[in-house]
């Protein structure tokens, strides 16, 4: 799986690309927050070693309101970085941020790719490295993160367990704050799926409680020319299969909304593959019609004719096409599709989660605070009619009670109302008919805590963050 200069020129050339000013180290305010990502949406990958103004020109050819910013690395020590050479709090990229954000986009940033040293790398010490992911996420006011693993750094365990590692201490103290962090992987893939590292990377990340958001396919370079629109839907096909073998507690309409698809549009590093507008066209209705999450590409840069069919550049595709032709495609999955339900974890008292004891879906099981650990026993979908369900079941006040005391447990999905939960004030979640809050016992947050309703007081006890 060959990754050329063409996903990350070499540092050495990059401060003849970079705009005047554009390396500045003077220190900016934190990014403003953005609005977040609909159930599908188009984020191509834009490259930080241009002009900030690109995400603005992009979106007002062509209304595209997401995007990937590649790539942060290591500057040769444990530091973040825009491309090795650019802070992260630089002026130029925090205002296109924030002008992205007020006409109602929003952006990803993606950790590694194929040049430069990757962070889990170059951190030896899981405080280290999650040191450094928190002064993105926050100096950018992040909800999303891709991690984009390939070459040497996928075949390293040690920075693979690392990185699994501070990702998740972050992601449950960002939970116990009341805030989402979604984590991607972007990973290389063949049209029969992904390889034994990459799967590996996974399942550490699945055993070091991460949870995975999105995993991020790379359709390009296979080597011989082939059918490119073909091999992406055959790749995103066998993916969905290994991912049903890791995460088996998700539905397939769940494995689905957790893949992402990157082809390299126009002529690959391997150049007799090229990907045309019309793979693209195949890719996009594919991802509609099963609930893929993420299309992205590489790279918003080179979404252009070159003056010549064929050609392999960084600045155009090598294929016949319009102006954001490419872009233009993608971005028709945003906001449609099947917009599958919000699942995942329910995180709550100490960072802890709700969790079904013993992940057992007999009726009557109890629910339960447990450490965060991405099983299915803590798998819940935000059901369009109300319910919070899990292990196939929903999540039950005891006896339809509405006395303060009652505990919950899992049940037989029935449509009753003791069935029913609602986003109250202060983040909590309201039974209706009764008018108590879901609430953890004690109060106490130690593993085992039984869950209950009792009188809304917003305590931190009954402070609760769904998934997004």
């Given at each position: 799986?060959?990754r050329?200069?063409?996903?990350?020129?070499?540092?050495?050339?990059?401060?003849?690309?970079?705009?005047?000013?554009?390396?500045?180290?003077?220190?900016?305010?934190?990014?403003?927050?953005?609005?977040?990502?609909?159930?599908?949406y188009?984020?191509?990958?834009?490259?930080?070693w241009?002009?900030?103004?690109?995400?603005?020109?992009?979106?007002?050819?062509?209304?595209?309101?997401?995007?990937?910013l590649?790539?942060?690395?290591?500057?040769?020590?444990?530091?973040a970085?825009?491309?090795?050479?650019?802070?992260?709090?630089?002026?130029?990229?925090?205002?296109?941020?924030?002008?992205?954000?007020?006409?109602?986009?929003?952006?990803?940033?993606?950790?590694?790719?194929?040049?430069?040293?990757?962070?889990?790398q170059?951190?030896?010490?899981?405080?280290?490295?999650?040191?450094?992911?928190?002064?993105?996420?926050?100096?950018?006011n992040?909800?999303?993160?891709?991690?984009?693993?390939?070459?040497g750094?996928?075949?390293?365990?040690?920075?693979?367990?690392?990185?699994?590692?501070?990702?998740?201490?972050?992601?449950?103290?960002?939970?116990?704050?009341?805030?989402?962090?979604?984590?991607?992987?972007?990973?290389?893939?063949?049209?029969t799926?992904l390889?034994?590292?990459?799967?590996?990377l996974?399942?550490?990340?699945?055993?070091?409680?991460?949870d995975?958001?999105?995993?991020?396919?790379?359709?390009?370079?296979?080597?011989?020319?082939?059918?490119?629109?073909?091999?992406?839907?055959?790749?995103?096909?066998?993916?969905?299969?290994?991912?049903?073998?890791?995460?088996?507690?998700?539905?397939?309409?769940?494995l689905?909304?957790?893949?992402?698809?990157?082809?390299?549009?126009?002529v690959?590093d391997?150049?007799?593959?090229?990907?045309?507008?019309?793979?693209?066209?195949?890719?996009?209705?594919?991802?509609?019609?099963?609930?893929?999450?993420?299309l992205?590409?590489?790279?918003?840069?080179?979404?252009?004719?070159?003056?010549?069919?064929?050609?392999?550049?960084d600045s155009c595709?090598?294929?016949?096409?319009?102006?954001?032709?490419?872009?233009?495609?993608?971005?028709?999955?945003?906001?449609?599709?099947?917009?599958?339900?919000?699942?995942?974890?329910?995180?709550?008292?100490?960072?802890?989660c709700?969790?079904?004891?013993?992940?057992?879906?007999?009726?009557?099981?109890?629910?339960?605070?447990?450490?965060?650990?991405?099983?299915?026993?803590?798998?819940?979908?935000?059901a369009?009619?109300?319910?919070?369900?899990?292990?196939?079941?929903?999540l039950?006040?005891?006896?339809?009670?509405?006395?303060?005391?009652?505990?919950?447990?899992?049940?037989?999905?029935?449509?009753?109302?003791?069935?029913?939960w609602?986003?109250?004030?202060?983040?909590?979640?309201?039974?209706?008919?009764?008018?108590?809050?879901?609430?953890?016992?004690?109060?106490?947050?130690?593993?085992?805590?039984?869950?209950?309703?009792?009188?809304?007081?917003?305590?931190?006890?009954?402070?609760?963050?769904?998934?997004?």
């Open positions: 799986m060959s050329t200069s063409w996903r990350l020129p070499a540092l050495a050339a990059l401060l003849a690309l970079l705009p005047t000013g554009l390396a500045t180290t003077a220190a900016h305010a934190a990014a403003n927050p953005g609005p977040g990502f609909p159930a599908q188009a984020a191509p990958y834009v490259e930080t241009k002009s900030p103004t690109a995400m603005a020109d992009a979106r007002a050819a062509t209304g595209l309101k997401y995007f990937t590649a790539f942060v690395i290591s500057d040769g020590s444990c530091n970085t825009f491309n090795g050479n650019t802070p992260i709090t630089d002026g130029g990229w925090q205002s296109a941020i924030n002008s992205l954000r007020a006409a109602g986009g929003d952006v990803i940033a993606s950790f590694g790719g194929a040049a430069g040293t990757e962070l889990g170059a951190c030896t010490s899981v405080s280290g490295l999650k040191a450094q992911y928190k002064r993105v996420v926050d100096t950018l992040l909800t999303k993160i891709d991690l984009d693993i390939e070459g750094s996928l075949n390293d365990t040690a920075a693979n367990d690392r990185r699994n590692q501070a990702l998740a201490q972050l992601q449950q103290e960002y939970a116990a704050a009341g805030r989402r962090l979604a984590v991607h992987y972007t990973l290389p893939v063949n049209p799926g390889e034994a590292n990459s799967l590996s996974l399942g550490n990340a699945k055993s070091r409680g991460l995975v958001g999105v995993v991020n396919i790379m359709t390009m370079d296979y080597g011989p020319a082939m059918d490119m629109g073909k091999a992406a839907t055959d790749a995103a096909t066998a993916l969905r299969g290994q991912l049903g073998n890791i995460w088996t507690g998700k539905t397939d309409q769940q689905w909304a957790m893949e992402g698809n990157t082809p390299m549009i126009g690959n391997t150049q007799a593959e090229v990907f045309s507008t019309g793979n693209a066209t195949t890719l996009a209705n594919f991802a509609a019609a099963k609930g893929i999450q993420l992205a590409f590489w790279a918003l840069g080179r979404d252009k004719a070159c003056a010549g069919n064929g050609t392999l550049s595709s090598g294929t016949s096409q319009s102006p954001y032709q490419f872009a233009r495609t993608f971005n028709s999955i945003t906001g449609g599709g099947t917009s599958p339900r919000p699942t995942g974890r329910i995180s709550g008292y100490g960072g802890k709700v969790d079904v004891a013993a992940a057992s879906s007999a009726n009557g099981a109890a629910v339960q605070l447990y450490d965060c650990n991405g099983t299915a026993a803590q798998n819940w979908t935000v369009a009619d109300g319910s919070l369900q899990a292990l196939g079941k929903c039950d006040v005891t006896s339809a009670g509405t006395a303060n005391g009652t505990k919950v447990q899992l049940w037989d999905c029935n449509g009753t109302a003791a069935q029913q609602q986003t109250g004030a202060n983040s909590t979640l309201v039974n209706p008919v009764s008018g108590r809050c879901l609430d953890a016992t004690g109060p106490s947050s130690a593993n085992g805590t039984r869950l209950q309703i009792w009188d809304c007081f917003g305590a931190a006890n009954q402070q609760w963050l769904l998934p997004a």
